[in-house]
């Protein structure tokens, strides 16, 4: 028997046999396809003569897939979603020459996880704009999406299901100490309890996580000291006003002498990147989309990872 010639197999073939698998007849496959029951019947007959191969019983059930038929189907699905992606990247480069992305983010994140993203987009795509809003509550990223004001956002998750989200890392909280602190591992919040406490305001979002841990806690910690920014706090801890909580990529780069002391129950928050699910994004969104997908792992890799805990639990 010859062997099989890869240059005559059509595409068409391949998107019948993947649409009978699905749909498990030759008729419901025909109607996805929007073709005649005759043609798709075509198509296979001509896939399986060029192979050589049965890839299909046919019965009054309906098509199922022979041993080899299942093996050729996924080798069928892969070809397509590869002619996906490379009409998807093609559409891509259209409009790529100018346009803007929109970014909504909290200052962690925009300290820490932006730029060397935008490093690298900005060299594919020079000519794109890059505006970066930073918030202090997430629900605030949130907002600028819904009203418009933001194509892409980062923020808490889970969130609301209006949005497209993705996981980008799990931060930790950890109880920052002064210079000279005892180290005891864990912190007892009677121990915490010793020091004068500086957090963020109430309407700051990391706030209202820590007073939900202190609350389920049974705990009635007021702060000495209320400050806005988390470059501030440090400071003040380091010079011995008091001790914080904080996440711990906020905290980057922790100040040298500093106690890092893990807190008496953990706690920590999901960062994930988002977008409006109905949106209609422009060309270069979806492309710094995919940037920050393909270079995350080696954003991730740098200097705040020895104290973010990105597995899954």
Known sequence: MAKADPQRLKLSQLRALVAIADAGSFSDAALHLEL???????????????????????????????????????????????????????????????????????????????????????????????????????????????????????TYLPTQAEFDQWELLRDRYIALLPPGSPTLQPLTWEELATYPLILTPPDDGDRQYIDRLLHRSGQQIQPAYVVREDSTILSMVERGLGATIMASLAAEPIPAGLRVVELPQPLERIIGMVVLREALLPPPVYAFLDRLKAIWPQVRSGPASNILTTEKR
């Open 36 to 154: 005649s029951q005759s043609a798709v019947s075509h198509a296979i007959a001509t896939l399986e003569e060029e192979l050589g191969v049965l890839l299909l019983n046919r019965g009054r059930q309906g098509a199922v897939l022979t041993p080899v038929g299942e093996q050729i189907t996924e080798e069928a699905r892969q070809v397509l979603r590869s002619l996906h992606s490379l009409c998807h990247k093609a559409d891509l480069s259209k409009g790529l020459e100018t346009g803007e992305v929109r970014i909504a983010a909290f200052r962690s994140v925009a300290t820490h996880i932006l730029p060397e993203v935008i490093r690298q987009f900005r060299q594919q795509f020079p000519g794109v704009a890059i505006t970066i809003d930073e918030k202090f509550h997430y629900e605030m990223v949130e907002s600028d999406l819904r009203q418009g004001r933001a194509d892409v956002g980062f």
